[in-house]
């Protein structure tokens, strides 16, 4: 056995009787960074150290800390927007801050930003100790409760929201604003960008959170039973309608509906769907009655809207009741930066559905996952780590663990800047919708050079 062996042994064994927990320690001055983190060892967690704000960023990169343990003056910045980056690293870290100026303005803002508590320096390590026993105390607890609800089969509805790039921060942005009004909200977004989670946030994040969140998917039921699911029907409007329903609209009073794929609705049904919402109030299938509503209308896409009207696939007239706010998600391989803090989401969920403590993914693996271009999305990066788990992955996350994403040249590992090239011949192909010539004249390359370089890549089709 080498020595990290006989160590990760010896973590093992322990662990089993001594309460866990994973500490970062990040302080620039050396002697107090040592002795905290001696302190946390000596309870018997895992420690480890940082320097600098940055270096605290990398150390989450795909690794999961139960508490961090934060200087608010660091060389490279101020610890406000340190745990602010933090936090967007991973929404599931508790975060202590540690000062030596104790400053009013400050605290407040660190707590608004989540964190945990503040503590002043010259710091009491005994108060330390059981400020950190205490958090992973209730961590412990809530993880219980959590997992007690998933076992009852409780949908997380409200499921949270990661942003971590500039584009969906300013997504979360929009988001919050036009929330709390009843204003009509489209998402756009191709498969598993999250157009779903987007509108129960909406939803969530509205006075009407404590009124129903009634999703439908416009694509999957056919239309002659679309039409009553929506707008409700009187017994006897048609076989087999043996009593009065409601439809979703009525259904969700005082709440939020959500119609999934609306370009998928059938021309008859859009006509009545633009009256419904100029008129606020549906008329149910073989009713002569009309019936006032009040929901919101959340809608989403995986086509971009314009195109559906220029295809003559959605009426312009809906299309423009429709797009009053509108909310784009950009493709996940357009937003790499949420890569690690989804990451990090994903595996306290998961570490929770499966009772597992995986503390991370490896930096090879993570390279890996940064890199990928992800067709599936998030969904994708969510099952990628599902499966992981699944197949027995209990301490971290590697390369192994993954399934063999990247296209490889034959012959050898990609060197960065054929990486680069790679990404780039990708990333033009997308922009020009898969037409070859307009992807090498961009490139200013010849179609020869494109389509060796593809068929080097791997990619299918290439001639
Ligand atoms: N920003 C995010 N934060 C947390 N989880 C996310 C985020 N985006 C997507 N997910 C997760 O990824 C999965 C796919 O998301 P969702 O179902 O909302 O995608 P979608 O855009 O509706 O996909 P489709 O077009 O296939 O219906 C879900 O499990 C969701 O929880
Ligand atoms: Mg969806």
Redesign the pocket.
Same mark, same amino acid.
């Given at each position: 056995m080498t020595r990290n062996e006989i160590e990760a042994e010896a973590r093992r064994t322990e662990g089993a009787t001594t309460p866990r927990g994973r500490i970062l320690v990040v302080e620039d001055e050396p002697a107090l960074r040592e002795l905290v983190a001696r302190a946390m060892r000596a309870e018997g967690y895992e420690a480890e150290g940082a320097t600098t704000g940055r270096e605290a960023i990398e150390a989450l990169a795909g690794r999961l800390f139960d508490v961090v343990l934060l200087d608010m003056r660091l060389p490279d910045g101020n610890g406000v927007e340190i745990l602010r980056r933090i936090k967007e690293r991973d929404a599931g870290v508790e975060v202590v801050i540690l000062t030596g100026f104790p400053d009013v303005t400050n605290a407040v803002e660190a707590l608004k930003l989540g964190a945990y508590d503040y503590l002043s320096k010259p710091v009491d390590l005994a108060a330390l100790t059981r400020l950190v026993a205490q958090i992973l105390e209730r961590s412990r607890l809530r993880e219980e409760v959590r997992s007690l609800r998933s076992r009852l089969g409780e949908r997380l509805a409200a499921?949270?929201?990661?942003?971590a790039s500039p584009a969906?921060l300013a997504v979360k942005a929009v988001l919050v604003a036009v929330a709390p009004t009843s204003s009509t909200v489209l998402i756009e977004?191709?498969?598993?960008?999250?157009?779903?989670?987007?509108?129960a946030a909406v939803h969530r994040l509205s006075p009407r959170r404590e009124s129903p969140f009634l999703p439908i998917n416009c694509g999957a039921i056919p239309s002659e039973l679309l039409e009553s699911e929506l707008f409700g029907h009187v017994r006897g409007a048609f076989s087999g309608a043996s009593s009065d329903t409601l439809g979703l609209f009525r259904a969700a009073e005082g709440g939020t509906v959500f119609l +999934?794929?609306v370009t998928e609705l059938a021309p008859s049904l859009q006509v009545k769907l633009l009256r419904v919402l100029q008129e606020r109030q549906v008329r149910p299938v073989g009713s002569t009655r009309s019936f006032p509503i009040d929901c919101r209308l959340v809608a989403?896409t995986?086509q971009s809207l314009e195109e559906a009207v220029r295809n003559g696939q959605l009426r312009s007239d809906l299309y423009y009741r429709l797009n009053v706010v509108r909310v784009v998600?950009p493709p996940l391989r357009e937003r790499r930066e +949420?890569i690690p803090a989804?990451v990090a989401?994903?595996l306290r969920e998961l570490n929770n559905r499966f009772g597992r403590r995986v503390r991370g993914v490896s930096a090879e693996a993570m390279e890996h996952l940064l890199s990928y271009p992800f067709p599936g999305?998030?969904?994708e990066?969510?099952h990628l780590l599902e499966r992981a788990l699944a197949l027995g992955a209990t301490e971290e996350i590697g390369i192994d663990d993954l399934p063999d994403l990247r296209p490889r040249r034959l012959g050898g590992a990609e060197s960065p800047l054929e990486r680069a090239e790679r990404e780039t011949i990708l990333e033009v192909l997308r922009r020009t919708g898969g037409d070859k010539d307009a992807a090498a004249r961009e490139l200013g390359i010849s179609r020869r050079t494109l389509y060796r370089r593809l068929h080097e890549i791997g990619v299918e089709g290439a001639g």
């Open positions: 499921r949270e929201f990661v942003a969906l977004g191709e498969t598993g960008t999250g157009k779903e989670v987007v509108a +999934d794929e989403a995986n998600l +949420d989804l989401h994903f999305n998030v969904r990066l969510e």
